[in-house]
């Protein structure tokens, strides 16, 4: 049983781009907040980006800012990351979660469980 499952990672150069996407497999993503989440090998688990479901409100961490953007397809029950200018930095796995009421930005550990993400590496 997996509610959320993300894809389109891959290996990439710096400087390309990729698109991450965030499907629930069984459960509609109505109501729900959505956001971006990354683990580089050794760190934490850090905020990327967050969308709101009432008014479509983004909101970015500083190192991403600029370059990223997180969008949201209700009908589809989707969210996406759209990812440019890929530094060697953004190398982590990307997760996705959802969200009815946390802070704002959503911190990591406000979320009990997670799904598998979805590797990005990005190469010099």
């Known amino acids: 049983q997996v509610d959320l499952v993300e894809s389109g990672g891959g290996l990439v150069q710096a400087g390309e781009s990729l698109t991450l996407s965030c499907t629930s497999s069984?459960?509609?993503?109505?109501?729900?907040?959505m956001g971006w989440f990354r683990q580089a090998p050794g760190k934490e688990r850090d905020f990327v980006a967050a969308?709101?479901?009432?008014?479509?409100?983004?909101i970015y961490a500083d190192s991403v800012k600029g370059r990223f953007t997180i969008s949201r397809d209700n009908a589809k029950n989707t969210v996406f990351l759209q990812m440019n200018s890929l530094k060697p930095e953004d190398t982590a796995v990307y997760y996705c979660?959802?969200?009815?009421?946390?802070?704002?930005?959503?911190?990591?550990?406000?979320?009990?469980?997670w799904g598998q993400g979805t590797q990005v590496t990005v190469s010099s």
């Open positions: 069984g459960r509609t993503l109505s109501g729900y907040s």
């Open positions: 979660n959802k969200f009815r009421s946390a802070g704002w930005p959503p911190s990591a550990s406000s979320f009990r469980s």
């Open positions: 969308i709101t479901w009432t008014d479509n409100k983004s």
